[in-house]
């Protein structure tokens, strides 16, 4: 019980730390160089060895690359950076969880819109093969996430909503297939890499925007068994499968403080449906942190 108390006061240090120094960074622009202060008068010795002690913790536990859709990419976080891919210049979660671990993002290649042979065919290419660490997340696209939303979004209750959640559900069988084929060419790409392959988060808190919200939790959950079970069936203990679930409950969209964007005007905003940089930045870290990252 200590441990995991000890723990989980850890993962909260760390990010009241990331959260303060972000909210340094804010201020410090606001205020500008007019209300800039000198230099403290702390003597040499004392710099060096909060150098060292930082640099013992931030020292490198190797490279790290994030592969994946837009829930990689950030999209729900803009501003974005330059490219069709939607990456958040500031908040995706690979770049946040990144900065408080002890590995070093070497380069975020998730992508909007990106299916499982995208990842394998665009992505993998370009991941070091000294690479470390990988995250991953994709299969929703796959299994019809995009055309649910542009077909339910506009309204829910229209039979094109209702035959886009159908026509999902019938396309699962053939998602596991292809991440099976996926997980495995990444193993072999990098041989000694951990892969970490993330669910996806319920959309919605229970009992909003009935009945498509509960019905979309309801599917998210379905992907997340297919993707789980793809895992389980690679039987690498290379690969591990990381729930979001839980992180993000109490925290979708219609709660007091959401994590998932959702913009009424226009309905169909390119942030929304996707975690938001509170999301990226209270959630994901706590998953990914019983893994080093």
């Keep these: 019980m200590m441990k995991k108390a000890q723990f989980r006061f850890g993962v909260v240090a760390r ?9 340094g960074l804010v201020v410090g622009m606001v205020a500008g160089p007019a209300n800039a202060t000198p230099v403290s008068s702390a003597s040499s010795s004392d710099v060096s060895a909060a150098g060292l002690q930082h640099a ?9 690359v994030a592969l994946g859709d837009s829930f990689t990419s950030g999209q729900g976080a803009p501003p974005y950076n330059p490219g069709p891919c939607l990456q958040s210049r500031y908040g995706s979660f690979p770049s946040i969880a990144a900065s ?5 993002l070497t380069a975020n290649l998730g992508c909007s819109g990106a299916t499982a042979a995208d990842v394998g065919v665009l ?3 370009a991941v070091p093969a000294n690479t470390a660490l990988i995250t991953l997340t994709v299969g929703g696209i796959d299994a019809g ?7 339910c979004a506009p309204d829910p209750s229209a039979p094109a909503c209702g035959a886009a959640v159908a026509a999902a ?15 495995g060419a990444i193993a072999q790409k ?17 009992g909003v925007q009935p009945p498509l919200g509960d019905q979309i939790n309801t599917a998210t959950d379905a992907l997340n068994s297919v993707i789980q079970g793809a895992v389980a069936y690679v039987a690498t203990s290379r690969i591990s499968y990381v729930d979001t679930t839980a992180a993000f409950a109490g925290h979708g969209i219609g709660s007091s403080l959401p994590y998932i964007n959702l913009t009424t005007i226009p309905l169909l905003a390119t942030a929304n449906f996707h975690p938001n940089y509170l999301g990226n930045l209270l959630a ?7 893994y080093g990252l």
């Design 145 to 151: 996430s995009d055309a649910i939303l542009a077909a």
């Design 100 to 104: 408080i671990s002890r590995y070093r």
């Design 190 to 206: 990098v041989p000694k890499a951990r892969i970490l392959v993330l669910g996806y988060p319920h959309l919605f808190n229970p």
């Design 15 to 23: 990010l009241a730390g990331l959260v303060l120094a972000t909210f």
């Design 56 to 64: 013992s913790w931030f020292a490198s536990a190797g490279n790290y």
């Design 169 to 183: 559900a019938g396309a699962l069988p053939t998602v596991g297939p292809k991440l099976v084929a996926l997980y």
């Design 123 to 125: 992505q993998l290419p």
């Design 284 to 290: 994901y870290p706590v998953v990914l942190a019983p």
